[in-house]
């Protein structure tokens, strides 16, 4: 019936920085605050993504439910500490912003995972990866709750959730320079490279930008 075609989704980089920054919660309440002044066909669309960003937040709150339930059921210590810290991690990304890495790295994905449950996967891509995720990555290295071995760890993890996603043609951007033209490589550019080289999956595509420097 031609409900779905190819080439009339995709080809877009979502804002993933800003929900990882922000959370969906953040973006309710400004849904609530552009309401005050919108007028009709305003208020549709806003309402329309109040929906969405409430629906993404419960979404988040089911895997955290799930989570403590399977924390209660094992009797492997190492997944109930698994199971409990994912529950953690969703308890605060469902409405708040990431505060460490592994939330970060967390909220990236479902972030993804909510927008390819509204699109044919065809090239929604994270964009550059490395960079939004960096500052949580040297926030918790600092604090010495995070070293490059388990970065590395989450972020194979998290390439092997793209890879499920055959042939979808999601870029990751690696490398590149800030608004100042200063060049950006940093850790997370050479983790995601050697993911990309040790795990050899189809997804995610991988772009590198380099300079000069």
């Keep these: 019936n031609w409900?779905?075609?190819?080439?009339?989704?995709?080809?877009?980089v979502p804002g993933y920085y800003r929900v990882v920054n922000h959370g969906y919660g953040s973006i309710l309440q400004e849904c609530d605050e552009a309401l005050k002044t919108a007028d009709e066909k305003q208020a549709q669309f806003i309402r329309a993504m109040r929906i969405v960003c409430q629906a993404s937040i419960d979404y988040i709150h089911r895997y955290e439910?799930?989570?403590?339930?399977?924390?209660?059921?094992?009797?492997?210590p190492q997944w109930k500490k698994n199971m409990e810290r994912i529950a953690a991690a969703c308890a605060q990304i469902a409405e708040g912003p990431a505060t460490n890495f592994f939330e970060a790295v967390q909220l990236t994905w479902f972030a993804h995972e909510l927008v390819l449950a509204e699109n044919v996967p065809a090239s929604e891509s994270p964009g550059r990866l490395d960079q939004y995720l960096n500052p949580y990555y040297e926030k918790d290295k600092k604090a010495g709750t995070m070293t490059y071995e388990e970065a590395s760890d989450l972020i194979d993890a998290l390439w092997i959730k793209f890879s499920a996603n055959l042939h979808a043609y999601q870029n990751v951007t690696l490398g590149g320079v800030d608004i100042n033209g200063v060049y950006q490589e940093n850790d997370l550019t050479f983790i995601c490279l050697q993911a990309t080289r040790r795990l050899r999956y189809d997804q995610p595509l991988i772009s590198l930008r380099y300079h000069k420097s």
């Design 65 to 76: 439910e799930l989570a403590r339930q399977r924390a209660t059921e094992t009797e492997n």
């Design 3 to 12: 409900l779905f075609k190819h080439w009339e989704s995709g080809h877009i």
